[in-house]
């Protein structure tokens, strides 16, 4: 048991009242705050074996252990565990022809967004380099210099030295 005072002003008479107050510590606590570095390896391979067995399920051994989230478990499944979690489908209904079709128009209509996003980026890349290339033509007047590199389309100098035959 934990104690401690609580003091009270009383404003009319300005005195002070002490009362003393006691705590009781519980000491049963069902579900116990967890963080990532608590879980030890054999605590993984300890679980992943017991859901692999079959001697529970990864929701019994999140209550067991008092891990927080499911996908914690999930993930060590993945990692340490034998069979192909990676793989596994669970069993889908085959879908009707009206929602394949809902499906098919939502996946046009987001090529269409990303289509119109693309084009417009492409015309601001090209009026960026519309502006950039007056902005040299300007600096190569202004200061007479040349800020263009003038290679030809053929070799360049460096590989146009033959080699001699042995």
């Known amino acids: ?9 009383s404003s009319p008479e300005i005195s002070i009242h002490k009362k003393s107050i006691v705590m009781e510590e519980h000491l049963e606590t069902q579900y116990v705050k967890r963080t990532q ?38 993930s060590w499944l993945r990692k ?9 489908n669970s069993f889908t209904m085959k879908k009707t022809p009206e929602q394949r079709i809902m499906e098919l128009e939502a996946e046009v209509k987001l090529l269409e967004k990303q289509k119109a996003f693309l084009e417009k980026q492409a015309y601001i890349a090209d009026k960026k380099v519309i502006f ?8 190569e007047k202004e200061y007479d210099i040349d800020i263009r590199k003038n290679l030809s389309p053929g070799q360049s100098p460096a590989s146009a030295v033959k080699r001699k035959k042995p």
């Open 132 to 139: 950039f290339d007056m902005m040299i033509n300007l600096a």
């Open 1 to 9: 048991m934990k104690g401690f005072f609580l003091y009270t002003l």
């Open 37 to 74: 570095r608590d879980y030890n390896l054999s605590l993984k391979l300890q679980i992943v074996r017991e859901i692999e067995a079959g001697k529970s399920g990864i929701t019994d051994c999140r209550k067991k252990y008092g891990i927080q989230a499911r996908s914690t478990i999930v």
């Open 80 to 88: 340490y565990g034998n069979f192909d979690w990676e793989n596994q």
